[in-house]
């Protein structure tokens, strides 16, 4: 068995995985039935003629070869810089420390790593927290039972 990092790969030139209307790696790649070239599900259904011989009225049909190599490329997480297998981008997001969480209150933008997000939960909306989870908890009452709340909810 070959190691899981991949090394010894046969290595394809990665632009036969590029998408020919974004240049980019191909998303969900599909291939045309004409010149079975690959492309983005996404890119290829906003054009009505095949992209490199023009021809109207081609089928798309998944590649799933292509998906299957582009499934098991290194990819960076965008938070944390560590490199996971394509495929698995998703579900590390999901759990990555380094995520953004976005504050839920009206009106506010805020988004910021766990730690400073709930520092600014604390600072800045403590009085609606507490209100809310008053009705939840109801014996609270000020800072410390506020940062109580949130240590719970931090856990999920
Ligand atoms: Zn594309
Ligand atoms: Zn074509
Ligand atoms: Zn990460
Ligand atoms: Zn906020």
Redesign the pocket.
């Known amino acids: 068995m070959e190691s899981a990092t991949g090394e010894r790969l046969i290595q394809l030139p990665e632009s036969m995985l590029h998408c020919s209307i974004c240049l980019d790696m191909a998303m969900d790649a599909v291939e045309?039935d004409?010149?079975h070239?690959i492309f983005c599900e996404t890119c290829l259904s906003q054009v009505d003629k095949?992209?490199?011989?023009?021809?109207s009225n081609?089928v798309s049909r998944a590649n799933v070869f292509a998906r299957r190599v582009i499934g098991v490329l290194p990819a960076r997480c965008p938070f944390c810089e560590n490199v996971v297998q394509k495929d698995n981008l998703e579900e590390h997001i999901r759990v990555c420390d380094r995520r953004p969480f976005y504050c839920g209150a009206p009106e506010c933008h805020f988004a910021a790593e766990k730690e400073a997000f709930l520092t600014h939960l604390i600072s800045t909306h403590q009085e609606v927290f507490l209100r809310t989870y008053k009705k939840i908890f109801p014996g609270l009452s000020g800072e410390t039972d506020g940062y109580l709340v949130i240590n719970v909810l931090s856990l999920f």
């Open positions: 045309t004409c010149c070239q095949c992209p490199s011989c023009r021809k081609f």
